[in-house]
């Protein structure tokens, strides 16, 4: 077999290495179109499961790799002088340059034939070639000439970053977050070498803008970065290399392989450097494409499917993962606002793979800080209702998730949230025996607050015949009488979802598979059906708006006098108010169509009146949708107009949410896929947010609580699954609580030594499982 890589970077010299060992009589010619010392940037970054996999793979790579490295245990966060250490966290830095040269020594060794200075701009001259490897980096040729093809696509990422070096010496991996008054500039730092050290600076385009750099102006880059950050460098200057100002593109590929041309490296997909290096991506699928390559050494089509089939998920999941991060660094002046701490720690969870229990394994003196800060923050005047003993115990057995919460006159006792989930089982509109027990048990199960499924404010309101609501006296009595249960025998407040189904209305049940008889007419902000099984409904008149808003209103009285504690407003997921808001479901051109202040007001003009019916001491929500996930649909100004405007008009919290505004959405979903949302709107607009989408522990939860992004968590399925959701979740944390039912006090007993032993197997698994460290000793 005949093999021509093009391109000598790390990816494509270690599958040479890697293919060569196993096939021998394999020939593998590298072309590369620097000089074998020429090296642009600094150090890469591995961690110890990187390196572990290095280390079975080819034993001669990796000690010539760990013998040159610098490693770290420790990752360190400073902003503007306040510092915290972060152990437990295992990663080497290595020079790009000599991690190079170590693999063009193996390849040689191996008998894969290296050529510099060759500039490879076609693939006509490897016609006799059985594959051809493109990993000639992000702005590959080859894969340009067949970017039809490979079904290429590259985005520019907001931020503007330069890659500079420093003799400054490094400890560990260091965040050095620097406020100035143009914006927040962060430096991504660590040692790969005795003496010389990475420095990657990062910002906002608006921060780079007002500073006055210039894209590839190095002196004047160093003179303000080095003044900027003169107390991190500590009198050590900063190095350039081809040091020029960009934007960070994330490339991704539809096909990984045309004909006989595969690609590799950032040839086929970046990673932004904030969740590790692209060297370390590159490597790992280098490992893949060279075991397709061995498992098929006469079947290259079979082996290039297998490759994308055993590598595609995980640099799928890496990439989400690093923009993610990434996402997290694109918002530091927001995430600039939290206590220091609270920073820290959602600069270590920014990804979401990492939580509070993952960090309190490695470093539980970092959590209780967290902890710490969080609990004080709660506490109004803490030294004057408690001493500092009291404190100290008050903050050891908290749990974040099982902190009060208040709103107005109504406190609740957690922060876990039953969200509101249709049971599509009520008659007439009347709720019964089986709503009794559904609430009733996640009452008794702990939940700090239920939101009663979505109750229609009329007839024609329902979604479907089997629809709650509350827009008789019959059905108000219903009600009253699972509150009354609650209230009674829980200490779980209960609030109801009010809304109307607008253009998703008269369907049929879930589960049931024939359409409804005498389906009523439809209404929505514009005359466009859901999809194909819905009718096309009536655009509303302003006649349609007052009788509307007067059933909403009536509904607010009727939910008052049910007994319940909160109302939330149906304003997402596409339903009549929601309908309004969205560009893709309004095309009115009257006073109620086109802008965002257009597009708001029936809905606004709603919640005015339904606020004014309701007590003042009793608190109103409203859930949005702050993304339809398809092109064209609602804007983030928009979701940052609407959450502003229903603050201003009394809203006590805004629930948010994403999608199903229209059918043909593609979401992007995945853990706590909607928390971005939720910190955006409470972090931009500063009112208190409830979060859900994709939340099943109570980890979880503490860790989206203590970093900020929401103030209370809203689980759906979970909870279909496990009435005692909240109940398992306290005693996994050994947390003590007062409002078990004295009917069940007992059990405590026997659940909470089997949870507190499930926690401890659970916990020596996680520390059996970690990557062994690859310290040099």
């Known amino acids: 077999m005949k093999i021509a890589v093009i391109g000598g970077g790390p990816g494509g010299l270690y599958f040479s290495i890697l293919t060569k060992k196993a096939m021998p009589d394999c020939q593998i010619n590298v072309y590369e179109r620097n000089k074998a010392d020429d090296s642009f940037g600094f150090g890469v970054v591995f961690s110890d499961e990187t390196l572990g996999e290095f280390l079975s793979r080819d034993l001669k790579s990796y000690e010539l790799i760990r013998s040159n490295f610098a490693y770290w245990d420790d990752i360190i966060i400073a902003r503007d002088g306040q510092t915290v250490s972060i152990a437990g966290n295992g990663f080497c ?15 040689i060794e191996e008998g894969v034939n290296l050529h510099f200075e060759q500039s490879i701009e076609n693939v006509n001259q490897f016609k006799d070639a059985d594959i051809i490897v493109a990993c000639d980096g992000i702005t590959s040729n080859i894969r340009t000439q067949f970017a039809e093809d490979f079904g290429t696509k590259i985005s520019l990422k907001k931020n503007r970053f330069v890659w500079l070096g420093s003799t400054k010496p490094l400890d560990a991996f ?21 003496g010389m050290s990475t420095w990657i600076f990062e910002c906002s385009d608006e921060t780079w803008k007002k500073h006055g750099f210039e894209v590839t102006n190095e002196e004047d880059t160093i003179a303000k970065i080095s003044e900027i950050f003169k107390e991190e460098l500590d009198g050590h200057g900063l190095i350039t290399n081809k040091s020029h100002w960009r934007q960070f593109p994330h490339v991704t590929n539809e096909k990984w392989y045309h004909n006989n041309i595969v690609l590799l490296g950032d040839a086929k997909a970046t990673a932004h450097y904030s969740i590790g290096s692209g060297t370390k991506l590159a490597m790992d699928s280098a490992i893949g494409l060279s075991d397709a390559v061995i498992a098929n050494p006469t079947n290259v089509q079979a082996a290039f499917e297998q490759y994308d089939k055993t590598r595609r998920n995980t640099v799928e999941m890496i990439q989400h993962a690093a923009l993610v991060s990434l996402d997290w660094f694109e918002n530091m002046d927001r995430n600039n606002q939290h206590p220091f701490y609270q920073f820290a720690f959602g600069c270590m969870t920014r990804a979401k793979k990492v939580t509070y229990e993952n960090l ?11 902890l710490k800060e969080f609990i004080e923050n709660q506490i109004p005047n803490p030294k004057s209702h408690s001493s500092d003993s009291e404190q100290a115990k008050q903050i050891q057995y908290s749990v974040a998730a099982f902190t009060p919460f208040a709103l107005r006159e109504m406190t609740l006792s957690n922060r876990i949230v039953m969200s509101p989930m249709g049971q599509y089982s009520a008659e007439n509109g009347l709720v019964n025996d089986w709503h009794l027990v559904h609430y009733g048990s996640r009452a008794t199960g702990g939940v700090g607050l239920i939101i009663a499924e979505m109750t229609a404010v009329s007839k024609t309101g329902r979604i479907t015949l089997g629809c709650a609501g509350i827009y008789t006296e019959e059905q108000i009595v219903k009600w009253k009488f699972i509150t009354d249960f609650i209230h009674k025998n829980t200490h779980t407040k209960i609030g109801i979802q009010l809304g109307h189904s607008g253009r998703k209305g008269a369907a049929k049940k879930p589960w049931e598979t024939e359409p409804i008889q005498n389906p009523w007419e439809l209404i929505s902000a514009s005359p466009i059906a859901f999809n194909e099984s819905f009718s096309t409904p009536k655009e509303m008149t ?4 007052d009788l509307v808003t007067t059933q909403f209103v009536q509904a607010a009285k009727n939910a008052d006098e049910a007994g319940f504690d909160m109302i939330e407003l149906q304003s997402h997921h596409g339903f009549l108010l929601a309908s309004f808001l969205s560009p893709l479901t309004n095309i009115r051109t009257d006073e109620f169509g086109g802008s965002i202040e257009n ?3 029936f809905p606004l003009w709603v919640f005015n009146e339904m606020r004014k019916a309701f007590p003042k001491d009793k608190p109103m929500s409203v859930r949005i949708s702050a993304s339809d996930w398809v092109e064209n649909g609602i804007s983030e100004k928009d979701v940052l107009d609407i959450a502003t405007a229903f603050k201003n008009a009394g809203a006590d919290i805004i629930n948010v949410s994403t999608g199903n505004t229209v059918a043909n959405q593609k979401p992007q979903t995945g853990r706590m896929w909607q928390t971005p949302f939720s910190d955006l709107v409470r ?11 994709y939340i099943q522990d109570i980890d979880q939860i503490n860790t989206i609580i203590l970093n900020g992004r929401a103030d209370l968590v809203s689980l759906g399925r979970p909870l279909l699954a496990d009435a005692n959701f909240v109940r398992n979740a306290q005693a996994y944390e050994q947390f003590e609580t007062n409002d078990i039912p004295n009917q069940y006090k007992m059990g405590s007993s026997h659940l909470y030594p089997l949870k507190a032993a499930e926690r401890k197997q659970v916990e020596s698994m996680k520390i059996a499982l970690k990557p062994k460290s690859n310290k040099k000793n």
């Open 360 to 370: 309190r394994l490695r470093d539980k003196s970092f959590t209780d800080k967290v």
């Open 93 to 107: 830095g290595c020079s790009r340059k000599i991690l190079l040269q170590l693999l063009q020594q193996r390849c």
């Open 174 to 194: 260091t965040y050095f977050f620097r406020t100035t008054p143009h914006g927040v500039i962060v430096a991504h730092s660590y040692q790969y070498q005795p």
């Open 599 to 601: 597009r708001l007001k």
């Open 542 to 545: 302003l006649a349609a708006m």
């Open 683 to 693: 972090n931009t607009i500063h009112i208190p947010t409830i979060t859900t989408g």
